[in-house]
């Protein structure tokens, strides 16, 4: 689509568009749409009021909202909006790379939209709006003229869902009601309970800051530390920087000690400080340790508790360990194995014992006596190209880490070097396709 003549419709939904390459004339990259903003005048009283709309005073798009490196999102005007295809938006090649800020006068389709409730005025009842329509005018102008939206159906027993009816609707032919509000957030928490901390933060970074944070504040400790990890540092810093800091220290505890340290660093000293002396004396000196490396060095990325066990320990007992529900997958690769005291730093480093040959002996057997001592520990100095060296070369999902003195002081799995290499926005890749189950299913 563009303000030039084209043999390509000039009406497209929002949800068809969402995760779309942004191109300059010139074909470089500039970003991803994330959403569409439009001004509130042509709807702001049906939603303030339950008026009607009126035929021809459609709301109006003002621009698109891109996704640039670094997960920051900026905001282009439709007057620089080449064209609009299905693959595809062509820009004039001018963004302002400032943080887009909502302006009261605006409203984001997918983030306020998209999952509201409507009346339809025809005295079917109510609908949830799905998708929404946007056509170019003989002026140039976009503006929203039809609703896809999603209701329930009647039957002889009386109003239940037997299956899901769908239908589009002139833009006029629905209001928008103060009491008819998006899905509550305890409910949004509740319907997605199941859902993957990945799959999660995805969905909350699509949201508006507003909603981001009520879904926040209603998810438990451990959940909301778990899609904290997830996410990218600067929606981090925005929910930790407003819980109040009892609350945020309990969730930091819940985090992986590398992941509460990557975040901490990002905040100013004194809350940084703040939060560490509310945190549980055991969790803050873990994390006190890792701030005290230069970033991208291997003590910067490693966990400071991997299992550790001594060399009496048997091989039942480290099964046991690894079992443990809060263990992730590459930490329970391998069972490390040092002399007392058990704690990082520990005693000298033995030796490790990988998953799998603990379950080629007897449960009795200690598995001091089946160490790999070829497998050489990496210093917490090296850097993470060394690091990566290291676990390519010997087909390992985890590294012990030691310090100076040969003593064990973490471990860093490969997870953790992926994080660390990957481009900042690899998030919004799904084997290099967009990613485009977001926004209508979970905003």
Not at 308 to 319: C, K, R
Request: without cysteine; aromatic residues 4%; hydrophobic residues 40%.
């Amino acid at each position: 689509m563009s303000n030039t003549k084209s043999s390509a419709p000039s009406k497209i939904y929002i949800a068809r568009l969402l995760g779309l390459d942004v191109f300059d004339p010139f074909g470089d990259r500039l970003g991803r749409l994330r959403d569409v903003v439009v001004l509130k005048r042509g709807f702001g009283a049906a939603m303030a009021a339950g008026s009607r709309p009126t035929k021809g005073n459609e709301p109006v798009v003002v621009g698109i909202i891109i996704e640039v490196l670094g997960k920051k999102r900026v905001f282009m005007p439709m007057t620089r909006v080449r064209s609009i295809e299905a693959s595809q938006i062509i820009s004039t090649g001018l963004v302002n790379l400032r943080r887009f800020e909502q302006r009261n006068s605006e409203v984001l389709v997918v983030g306020e939209l998209f999952d509201r409730r409507v009346r339809l005025l025809d005295g079917s009842g109510d609908a949830v709006i799905e998708d929404v329509a946007i056509e170019q005018r003989r002026n140039g102008d976009w503006g929203i003229t039809e609703l896809f939206v999603s209701r329930t159906v009647k039957s002889s027993s009386g109003w239940r869902r037997r299956s899901k009816e769908t239908l589009v609707v002139d833009w006029d032919e629905t209001i928008l009601s103060t009491d008819l509000e998006p899905q509550e957030a305890t409910t949004f928490v509740a319907n997605h309970e199941n859902a993957r901390a990945a799959d999660l933060a995805d969905a909350i970074h699509e949201m508006s800051d507003k909603r981001m944070l009520e879904i926040a504040h209603e998810l438990q400790d451990e959940r909301l530390a778990d899609v904290l990890q997830e996410l990218p540092e600067e929606d981090q810093v925005q929910i930790l920087s407003h819980l109040d800091d009892e609350r945020a220290a309990q969730v930091l505890e819940e985090m992986e000690p590398d992941d509460a340290a990557d975040l901490l660093i990002e905040l100013p000293d004194a809350q940084r400080e703040k939060l560490l002396e509310l945190m549980e004396p055991d969790e803050a000196e873990d994390v006190r340790r890792l701030l005290e490396y230069d970033e991208g060095t291997a003590g910067s990325l490693m966990n400071p508790v991997p299992i550790i066990l001594s060399p009496e320990s048997t091989v039942a007992e480290a099964l046991a360990h690894i079992r443990a529900e809060e263990i992730p997958p590459a930490m329970a690769a391998a069972v490390l194995v040092a002399r007392p005291p058990l704690e990082t730093p520990t005693g000298r480093y033995l030796g490790m014992v990988h998953m799998q040959q603990l379950l080629r002996v007897p449960p009795s057997e200690s598995i001091g006596r089946i160490l790999d001592t070829d497998t050489e520990p990496v210093s917490d100095q090296a850097s993470l190209e060394e690091l990566a060296r290291v676990l390519a070369t010997y087909d390992l999902t985890i590294i012990p880490i030691v310090n100076e003195s040969h003593r064990l002081v973490g471990a860093v799995t490969i997870d953790d070097v992926l994080d660390a290499l990957l481009p900042e926005d690899w998030r919004t890749f799904d084997d290099g396709t967009p990613v485009r189950k977001v926004g209508r299913r979970f905003v």
